[in-house]
């Protein structure tokens, strides 16, 4: 069982940045792809970074390109998002998630696509 757990998120004015953390234990997470979600309130869950175990291809939702960076560090079993020129509407709770391949984090439509999920994280951006 991959247990994921987030950290990072906090209050922060428009235009500036925080960095997530998501930390697995358990079983091995050798192989998967590991990937960033979110949910501001009243809406449904949504796809933002996914990266590969090697991190040859990572993946971004439209919304975030150019702003958002996803990385990893396989010797620490962590997956990073670092958050740049954050706005409102980036307002969410961040969830972390592991899967055997990028194109099931990239397709997953909401919380029961995919097995494992980190608690969340809460992100504000303040005007």
């Known amino acids: 069982q991959v247990q994921l757990v987030e950290s990072g998120g906090g209050l922060v004015q428009a235009g500036g940045s925080l960095r997530l953390s998501c930390a697995a234990s358990?079983?091995?997470?050798?192989?998967?792809?590991m990937g960033w979600f979110r949910q501001a309130p009243g809406k449904e869950r949504e796809f933002v970074a996914v990266?590969?175990?090697?991190?040859?291809?990572?993946a971004y939702a439209d919304s975030v390109k150019g702003r958002f960076a996803i990385s990893r560090d396989n010797a620490r079993n962590t997956v990073y998002l670092q958050m740049n020129s954050l706005r409102p509407e980036d307002t969410a709770v961040y969830y972390c998630?592991?899967?055997?391949?990028?194109?099931?984090?990239?397709?997953?439509?909401?919380?029961?696509?995919?097995?494992?999920w980190g608690q969340g994280t809460l992100v504000t951006v303040s005007l």
């Open positions: 998630t592991a899967a055997s391949t990028w194109r099931a984090v990239v397709g997953a439509k909401g919380s029961s696509d995919l097995a494992h």
């Open positions: 358990g079983r091995t997470f050798d192989g998967y792809a």
């Open positions: 990266i590969t175990w090697g991190g040859g291809t990572t």
